[in-house]
């Protein structure tokens, strides 16, 4: 598989997002559990202007190939960058608990909603 290229199946369509990956020269992973919704989500809330966007990723690229080419030119090693950044992502059960995500059990509610419908149209 292409680095930075992500495959998504959903029902019969399939969905490929091209997306900037985050520089790193290390990664940590945190996983939480949604005990108390309302509490979690202030407490994302102040993650928010430090999440990475994909343009933030690729401006994060540009400083990099410029510390690079610059490095090169005045022969010399590259120094590091120091770009940290938060990436977010959540699966089905947190978003489901986050009250943000339609478990199949509700499939036939969203079916008889004609707003929820047309979002989730096969």
Do not use: H
């Not at 994060?60 to 950044?85: C, F, N, T, V, W």
């Not at 089905?92 to 929820?116: I, R, Y």
């Amino acid at each position: 598989m292409l680095p930075n290229v992500y495959v998504s199946a959903w029902s019969s369509k399939i969905l490929i997002f091209l997306r900037p990956g985050l520089p790193k020269r290390f990664q940590t992973f945190l996983f939480f559990r949604v005990k108390n919704r309302v509490d979690f989500k202030n407490r994302l809330k102040t993650f928010i202007p430090k999440i990475i966007t994909g343009q933030d990723a690729c401006e994060m690229s540009e400083i990099i190939k410029k510390a690079r080419k610059e490095a090169q030119d005045a022969k010399r090693s590259a120094k590091l960058q120091g770009l940290p950044g938060i990436n977010i992502s959540f699966t089905s059960t947190g978003l489901e608990a986050l009250g943000a995500f339609v478990n199949t059990k509700d499939q036939f509610l969203v079916q008889q909603d004609e707003e929820l419908s047309t979002v989730f149209q096969d």
